[in-house]
């Protein structure tokens, strides 16, 4: 195990290993963070692109043997989870220089009834974690990287000589958390699923919305916006008239053509959840044909 400066940190130390490896091109399901996106590029990486809906069709049929797959593990945004036996099955038959890094900082909230794997015993396998999202604590700046043992070494001594080691005091107060555990912080973000999911039912069942919400992991619901609505001119009008401050698509990178949507945060106050959704709805519904109810 390498521990990072979180798990941004880790990505990077990854990407610039694979890089140095000989591997040139990142093929990543989309969408994909913005940030995550351009780290990747400053490594040296050629990003490879697919849409979630044929992701699994065109790993079947890519035969590429200088290519690493990147994959984030509740998906961020949509919520999407791999679970193990199709993990081996992506593997199954590729090359030894194959490698797949795991983004699997979402992991301990998984909802639905497909399990999200833990790292598996795989030399070609990377999986990513840290603090910041399961432990609720991204100031920490703790996080790791697992992988085969003189993969780790490797990085080990790139992260020394771009980073020097993690703070001793961040990693005691990381390892406190991890005793005392994130029951309650998981609690909190399956009362905001419930929370969301009612609000999203009643939208539906009125005609207002369209669209699948996907929540079966994670710690936000990826809100679908209509086609053609302005994301950040709506992002724009919730951070100046409500003090929201919500991640947009704008902050992706995404397939051409693909429909904007917002973030809503799964883990805030019962009564903050409720204004974001309340600010959501006029946009959401005027869209669908509502006189009543106008863009804010």
Not at 2 to 15: P, R, S, Y
Request: charged share 20%; hydrophobic share 40%; with cysteine.
């Amino acid at each position: 195990m390498c521990i990072t400066h979180g798990g941004l940190a880790g990505l990077g130390l990854v990407f610039r290993h694979l890089r140095s490896s000989g591997l040139r091109t990142l093929i990543c399901q989309m969408p994909m963070l913005s940030s995550i996106h351009l780290l990747a590029v400053s490594a040296g990486l050629s990003v490879r692109g697919v849409g979630s809906d044929e992701f699994l069709d065109y790993m079947a049929n890519d035969a590429s043997r200088d290519a690493a797959l990147y994959l984030c593990s509740p998906h961020n945004p949509t919520g999407a989870v791999w679970d193990e036996a199709e993990i081996k099955t992506l593997m199954s038959g590729r090359a030894d220089n194959f490698r797949l890094v795991v983004d699997g900082v979402y992991d301990s909230f998984v909802f639905g009834e497909r399990p999200c794997f833990g790292y598996l015993e795989d030399p070609r396998i990377f999986y990513i974690d840290s603090m910041s999202k399961s432990y609720g604590s991204p100031g920490l700046r703790v996080g790791w990287v697992v992988g085969a043992p003189d993969e780790v070494d490797r990085l080990v001594v790139r992260n020394e000589f771009e980073n020097i080691a993690v703070g001793g005091l961040n990693q005691e107060l990381a390892r406190r958390l991890l005793e005392h555990g994130n029951v309650a912080l998981i609690d909190r973000v399956v009362d905001g699923r419930r929370q969301v999911i009612r609000w999203w039912s009643r939208l539906n069942a009125a005609g207002a919305a369209e669209g699948q919400l996907s929540v079966d992991g994670g710690t936000q619901a990826c809100v679908p916006l209509p086609v053609g609505l302005d994301v950040e001119l709506l992002s724009h009008r919730l951070l100046t008239d409500f003090h929201l401050v919500l991640v947009s698509s704008a902050n992706y990178h995404n397939v051409p053509g693909a429909a904007p949507f917002l973030r809503v945060p799964l883990g805030c106050d019962p009564q903050r959840l409720c204004q974001i959704l309340e600010a959501l709805e006029p946009a959401i519904v005027s869209q669908y044909g509502d006189s009543r109810l106008t863009l804010m």
